[in-house]
Every structure is written in structure tokens, then in C-alpha cells.
């Protein structure tokens, strides 16, 4: 099979197409034919060598979604067929012909959506759910902040909070993608580099601020953040892309007893995702696709991973970028 490997670390140039064994599905795994695998920031910090894939998968491919059919099972598999098509969330090797997935981290397809465009939806989409509902206890009226509102993770999390019944404000960075935010259901979106989010925001609520805030940025942003939170608010972190250090008024901490957190979802276990899939296909899924659609910005030929990953790091995109395997159905070799 065709895969996009790292052939060493460094910038986009690294990212080479070369030939693969197809690997083989083991106990309770799928081997899925990828039709389109997703291009996200983690990606591009394994390519960096920042983040390193965890034991057992294959450590210079990177992606960690897919979409596609799936052509093999492994014994005790029990919630797919053979020709079943699906989009996963996978520990990494997306960027491949093939690749092998936990049956637990796959899903259906969702409602008006085709297989390629499936591809763009289980990182951000897990990585949302685990860390708006399940670690930052979401509720229907409350307000969030979702920094980098025009990202792969931002366009998800302003429409799902959305149609689960939240306020969305959103950051982004530049008066297009403010646009775009605001398009997709954000009742405020600030251009950063214009504006004081945390000024804005205070003067659009009162003063009462926000009760749960995503961000991705990190650094100063973080005292930011926690000036902006209402009492019991909520702060997740899922990236810092600002620098890893912030400064915390712990005074302010203390007085409105907020709570500060973060994860990271890669290392998490098979049953954890397992439990994540299962409330996207009961909870999320039915909303599409009158409530939630898949936003891609472009995709691009397999072969073409380094420009994906020139894009992403232009930070130019609003939404998803896309990895098209175009032999995806072609008859194979007997």
C-alpha cells in the first residue's frame, strides 16, 4: 500500500509517499480502506518530532482520522461487517491506503454525508465532546468561549454547542473568519488581532462573563481566560500554541472557585474512546445534517500530505483540510 512517512523530522519537505505492507487486522480491530483521512495540528507536531505515536502503531505515519470501507476484521469483531464504510479515530498511520482501527473507535457514517467528507469529523469531533461535555460539564444556556473558532476544532465546537443549546463566542483571525464563525452559530466572534476578546466579551454580557472557555492558544491567554470566567466556570486546555507557561491569579481561582483543566486524547485507552464514540452516535449524530455539517476548506491528493501540511501551518484554512486516497474502490490485486 501506499503511506506518506516521515522520513526524518523537520518541515513539510519530510513527508515522502513510499510503499508499505498492508497490516492485518488483529482481535477486536477492522482494517478500513481509507477513502480520505483527515490533516490536523498533531500531525504536524509528530512531524516535527514533538509527538510521538504511542507503542504499537506505526511511528512515521501520521494521521489520526480516516474514513473508508471497511475489507477485513480480526476475530471477536463484533459491531462491523466486511464492506461496512465508517469514519474512525485512530492512534495514527491514517495517512495510508489502509489502516487497522479499534471496532469501538469507528462510526457510522453520518446522515447526508458521503465517505470522504466523514474523514473531517472524528478528531475534532471526539476531541469536543471529550473536553466541552464530558471533562468541562457542559450545560443547555451556558455560555463558552471557544478560541481559534475558525480551526478544525473550532468549527466543530461552535456548532455543536450550538445545537445543544449553548451561547458560542469565538475568537479568530480575521474579520473572514470572524464571518465564518458567526455563519456556523457563533453569537459573537472577535478578531484578536483587532480587538480585546476579554474587554468585548465583558462589555457583550455585562460583565458576567462566560462560563466555560476551550482554548487552544495557552500562554497569556491564560489569566485572560480566568478573568473572563463566570463563578464555577470552567477552563479546558487542549493546546498552547502561545508558549506552555501562563500566569494564574490564584486569588481570582479561589473567589469564584473555577476549575482549571486539560487533556490530551491520543494516549487515552481504547475503552475511553469507546465510550466517546458511542455518545457522538447517540447524542451528535442524529443532528446531522440539518444542525451540523462537515466544513473542509480543501483537500488534497495522498501523495500531496506536505502541501496539506503547508496549508495548515499557514493557518490560512477555515475548517478542515482533507488527504483523498483516489484509488479508494479500485479493484485490488488477488
Not at 482494517?31 to 500531525?43: F, K, M
Not at 505515536?53 to 475489507?71: F, H, K, Q, T, W
Not at 469507546?274 to 483537500?299: C, D, H, N, Q
Request: charge should be negative.
Amino acid at each position: 500500500m501506499r503511506a506518506i512517512c516521515i522520513s526524518e523530522y523537520g518541515d513539510p519537505g519530510v513527508l515522502v509517499c513510499s510503499e508499505r505492507p498492508t497490516p492485518l487486522p488483529g482481535p477486536h480491530e477492522v482494517l478500513i480502506e481509507t477513502a480520505a483521512a483527515g490533516v490536523n495540528r498533531p500531525d504536524v507536531a509528530q512531524r516535527k518530532g514533538n509527538y510521538p505515536a504511542p507503542a504499537g502503531v506505526a511511528a512515521d505515519i501520521p494521521g489520526l482520522e480516516v474514513s473508508g470501507r471497511i475489507v477485513a476484521i480480526g476475530e471477536d469483531v463484533k459491531l462491523w461487517e466486511i464492506g461496512d464504510e465508517v469514519c474512525a479515530l485512530v492512534a495514527g498511520a491514517g495517512y495510508a491506503e489502509f489502516v487497522v482501527c479499534p471496532e469501538e473507535q469507528c462510526l457510522v457514517i453520518p446522515e447526508g454525508i458521503s465517505v470522504t467528507q466523514a474523514a473531517s469529523l472524528p478528531e475534532t469531533f471526539f476531541t469536543v465532546w471529550n473536553n466541552v461535555f464530558d471533562i468541562g460539564r457542559f450545560h443547555p444556556g451556558e455560555r463558552v468561549l471557544v478560541h481559534g473558532g475558525s480551526s478544525g476544532i473550532g468549527v466543530s465546537a461552535i456548532q455543536i454547542i450550538k445545537a445543544m443549546g449553548g451561547i458560542v463566542f469565538a475568537t479568530a483571525g480575521s474579520s473572514e473568519k470572524c464571518a465564518a464563525c458567526q455563519d456556523l452559530g457563533a453569537e459573537l466572534a472577535i478578531n484578536y488581532k483587532e480587538a480585546d476578546f476579554e474587554k468585548t466579551i465583558n462589555q457583550h454580557t455585562s460583565g458576567q462573563g462566560v462560563d466555560l472557555v476551550l482554548d487552544m492558544v495557552g500562554g497569556d491567554y491564560t489569566n485572560r481566560n480566568i478573568n473572563l470566567l463566570a463563578p464555577m466556570g470552567r477552563l479546558v486546555i487542549i493546546n498552547a500554541m502561545r508558549g506552555r507557561m501562563g500566569s494564574v491569579d490564584l486569588i481570582q481561582v479561589m473567589k469564584k472557585r473555577l476549575t482549571i483543566t486539560g487533556s490530551t486524547l491520543r494516549p487515552q485507552s481504547i475503552a475511553y474512546k469507546g465510550t466517546i464514540a458511542k455518545a457522538l452516535m447517540s447524542k451528535i449524530w442524529p443532528l446531522f445534517p440539518e444542525k451540523i455539517k462537515p466544513v473542509i476548506y480543501r483537500t488534497f491528493a495522498l501523495e500531496d500530505a506536505a502541501k496539506a501540511h503547508e496549508l495548515m501551518e499557514s493557518s490560512d484554512h477555515i475548517g478542515k483540510i482533507l488527504l483523498i486516497n483516489e484509488r479508494y474502490g479500485e479493484p485490488k490485486p488477488s
